[in-house]
């Protein structure tokens, strides 16, 4: 499978932004899709998952009531909706599928099998 993320750029703290995961060469449906982002110096954290069918999603917590995640399957496409973002959102975000992820796998980096190429977010305050 093959990911690639957009929407990335830079805004004002408590903008918006959205960012798109075009996924090809696979079979979108039976994946579950989740995204990452890493900050300079720091370690590649969950950020948002969702199941297969879209019926449930996970985020972290730093992200709740801030964005969510979402899939359109005929378009094999996932995104993330990022409001009131603030200077520590900051990061290159990662787009990441899994074939066999269930439950608490979805928080966890090595249960994805693809990963996208990033596209970076800049919040200035």
């Known amino acids: 499978v093959q990911l690639q993320a957009s929407g990335g750029g830079l805004v004002q703290a408590g903008g918006s932004l959205r960012l798109s995961c075009a996924a090809s060469?696979?079979?979108?449906?039976?994946?579950?899709m989740g995204w990452f982002r890493q900050a300079p110096g720091k370690e590649r954290e969950f950020v948002a998952a969702?199941?297969?069918?879209?019926?449930?999603?996970y985020l972290a917590d730093s992200v709740k009531g801030r964005f969510t995640i979402s899939r359109d399957n005929p378009k094999n496409t996932v995104y993330l909706q990022m409001n009131s973002l603030k200077t520590e959102d900051s990061a290159v975000y990662y787009c990441?599928?899994?074939?066999?992820?269930?439950?608490?796998?979805?928080?966890?980096?090595?249960?994805?099998?693809?990963w996208g190429q990033g596209t970076q977010v800049t919040v200035s305050s």
């Open positions: 990441a599928a899994g074939r066999s992820i269930v439950g608490n796998d979805y928080y966890s980096r090595s249960k994805y099998d693809s």
């Open positions: 060469g696979g079979t979108f449906s039976r994946l579950g």
């Open positions: 969702i199941t297969r069918a879209g019926g449930l999603t």
